[in-house]
């Protein structure tokens, strides 16, 4: 199975920051890579798919880029909102795995 | 509109069988690359794969449960049915049912999810 390991695990951050969570996979998976953002009691939502591209209806703050084995995506402006888990997972092959989160929290 | 819930038990003995049922809404498990899938999540913890099902009658399980998962659908019902046997207390989790679209395998739409505790 592909591993996906995300870093850091947590962070902490301040309104308007520029944010970058890394997301590095066990083998080459291309770009079949999507991120999910997941507030606390809720279901994740998907952000990026394909690595790089961006989910209809996320805001543009949002960004992912990366192939191969290293992937990040990027919050350009850190809105109140945004604090929250994110999860990346490959679709490259089964088994689909999912990173282990990485916590986005106020400074 | 796409819409997906779970139902089912919220409590389970150990040993027993975990029956979940999705219900979803805005699409046919009948319409080609379509597709849902289940996740789990332990409380704290991260997502965890599961099964899922195309539209072709296609089924893929996660290998570490693959011999106590069984998934199936019912279009007539726009269902689709998780079992889960054997079940013990690391089990505990929430498990979500997710929509999965015609160009990747990824989910795009998510129930709310169901929290199943296993405990005697």
């Known amino acids: 199975a592909i591993q996906l390991t995300q870093s850091p695990s947590s962070l902490s951050a301040s309104v308007g920051d520029r944010v970058s969570i890394t997301c590095r996979a066990s083998q080459d998976i291309s770009t079949a890579l999507a991120w999910y953002q997941q507030k606390p009691g809720k279901a994740p939502n998907l952000l990026i798919y394909d690595a790089s591209s961006l989910e209809t209806g996320v805001p543009s703050r949002f960004s992912g880029s990366g192939s191969e084995t290293d992937f990040t995506l990027t919050i350009s402006s850190l809105q109140p909102e945004d604090f929250a888990t994110y999860y990346c997972?490959?679709?490259?092959?089964?088994?689909?795995?999912f990173g282990g989160g990485t916590k986005v929290e106020i400074k | 509109q796409i819409t997906l819930k779970e139902s089912g038990p919220t409590l389970v003995k150990p040993t027993q069988t975990l029956t979940l049922t999705c219900t979803f809404s805005g699409f046919s498990l009948t319409t080609s690359g379509m597709g849902v899938g289940w996740i789990r999540q332990p409380p704290g913890k991260a997502l965890e794969w599961l099964a899922l099902i195309h539209w072709d009658g296609g089924k893929r399980y996660s290998p570490s449960l693959n011999s106590r998962l069984t998934i199936t659908s019912d279009t007539s019902k726009n269902q689709v049915v998780l079992r889960l046997t054997n079940m013990d207390p690391v089990d505990t989790a929430t498990y979500h049912c997710?929509?999965?679209?015609?160009?990747?395998?990824?989910?795009?739409?998510w129930g709310q999810g169901i929290l199943v505790t296993v405990s005697s």
């Open positions: 997972q490959q679709f490259n092959s089964y088994p689909l795995t």
């Open positions: 997710a929509h999965i679209g015609a160009a990747n395998v990824l989910f795009n739409y």
